[in-house]
């Protein structure tokens, strides 16, 4: 018989409750976190929320600035391009990683997720639901490349890319009609299972780049 699941610790709670917030955008970057008034928003001591300022200051959403205290962590446009640079490589090796060991049913939900982000790309979309689809899209693929800390560090890649709000606020508009075109012809690689690994990882990290050169305007890996 399956245990119940244990509700967080209130620690964890706070913790996980300021991280979505972060995520999602309420708290945007450059926001500044202070204590005591989320503490009284969530209806607890300034220590549990120290704590959870701490840990999030280790994934690096948040800075400590002298005199001012903890801010959301915002990225200029070379760090937001070197971020989305780490996604590629990462995402193209795991992509490739992934292709004998996904199973088809993955590669049908992927499918699904990419219908979406086409019926969103064809009419008024909400820009936070596209980039939830996205991201769930390429999670989808990259879960099952054999390597845990692979896909934990691709996880935590793309907390500091939500975090950053520049995909929510400029992908949608710029990127995605090619995108999930691109979507397409990776899960036909996939299904298909006969183009070379290193092929597969090129064009998967090439995809992620795109974002860059649509974004941006420039691109320095390929």
């Not at 001591?45 to 840990?55: D, F, G, L, Y």
């Not at 280790?58 to 959301?72: I, W, Y």
Request: net charge negative.
């Amino acid at each position: 018989m399956q245990r119940p699941q244990e509700a967080p610790s209130k620690h964890e709670a706070v913790y996980r409750t300021i991280r979505e917030r972060i995520l999602d955008g309420r708290y945007g970057p450059g926001t500044r976190l202070v204590l005591s008034a989320i503490a009284r928003d969530l209806e607890v001591s300034p220590v549990p929320v120290r704590e959870a300022i701490r840990r999030l200051e280790a994934e690096n959403l948040v800075t400590f600035e002298r005199n001012v205290g903890a801010r959301v962590n915002t990225l200029d446009d070379e760090a937001w391009e070197q971020l989305v640079e780490m996604l590629a490589v990462l995402d193209g090796y795991a992509t490739r990683r992934a292709q004998p060991l996904i199973p088809a049913a993955a590669i049908a939900e992927a499918q699904r997720l990419n219908d979406a982000l086409r019926r969103c790309a064809d009419g008024p979309a909400d820009h936070d639901e596209v980039m939830r689809l996205h991201r769930a899209f390429h999670r989808t693929i990259y879960s099952h490349a054999d390597n845990e800390y692979l896909v934990e560090s691709l996880d935590r890649v793309w907390d500091r890319i939500d975090a950053s709000r520049v995909l929510v606020s400029s992908w949608p508009a710029r990127r995605l009609s090619s995108a999930v075109d691109e979507h397409d012809d990776i899960l036909r690689n996939l299904r298909a299972g006969d183009l070379e690994p290193a092929e597969l990882e090129r064009c998967a990290r090439q995809h992620n780049l795109n974002a860059i050169i649509a974004i941006q305007g420039r691109g320095r890996l390929g």
